[in-house]
């Protein structure tokens, strides 16, 4: 009997999973015809501001839904899929956490509670690994501007965080880091440069404690 209520958990769960997918690609094929129809009679320029609005907006819509502490984690792993973000094998995300689509997670990782994960550039978590609440990994900041405008334009670079990792509560992953296989990272760390494998880092800006 055991077996069966799984496997009929299982099978509904796949065919939760098909229809979101579906309505979620229904919605957006329908309001992207909206808009061309819409659009028919305007400058191309004011179309493509109209479709990068709706895009920005179905994001934010995603996201605010996956982020719900009410929305199971299957169901989580679901919506985030839709959205493109690829997830592996047996890993988990936790509520109230914002991530952006271009992003990977491995097999058997775990992200914690509001963690905020930007992806101006591809984020690549590995396999096995941790990251604790808060943790913020950004891949977009700003070159130093004039004295009348010190942020100036975008400077983008993908982060990678290597296998068996974990990361502390509140740590700031900035951008171009990869943090190596079996790092540890102290909570509330600012991680600006690559790390070594195997290594225990902490500190602002994170610096070599020991070797793990």
Not at 123 to 140: E, K, N, P, Q, S
Not at 157 to 172: M, R
Request: aromatic share 6%; charged share 15%.
């Amino acid at each position: 009997m055991i077996v069966n209520i799984l496997h009929f958990r299982t099978e509904s769960l796949r065919l939760f999973e098909k229809t979101i997918v579906h309505a979620l690609k229904f919605c957006s094929d329908t309001a992207h015809a909206s808009l061309r129809a819409n659009d028919f009679h305007n400058e191309k320029s004011g179309s493509t501001a109209m479709q990068s609005k709706f895009s920005n907006v179905f994001a934010n819509f995603l996201n605010s839904l996956q982020a719900m502490s009410i929305v199971p984690r299957p169901i989580r792993a679901m919506i985030l899929k839709a959205r493109g973000v690829s997830i592996g094998y047996r890993s988990s995300i936790s509520h109230h956490c914002h991530l952006g689509p271009n992003l990977t997670v491995g097999n058997n990782s775990f992200i914690n509670v509001e963690c905020l994960i930007e992806t101006g550039e591809p984020v690549t978590i590995g396999d096995g690994v941790h990251l604790a609440m808060r943790v913020t990994i950004l891949t977009t900041s700003h070159e130093i501007g004039p004295p009348e405008h010190r942020c100036g334009g975008y400077k983008r670079s993908s982060v990678i965080i290597e296998d068996g990792a974990w990361v502390g509560a509140s740590v700031t992953i900035l951008p171009g880091v990869r943090i190596g296989k079996g790092c540890v990272v102290a909570a509330g760390a600012v991680v600006n440069c690559n790390t070594e494998p195997n290594v225990l880092y902490g500190g602002v800006p994170a610096r070599k404690l020991r070797a793990l």
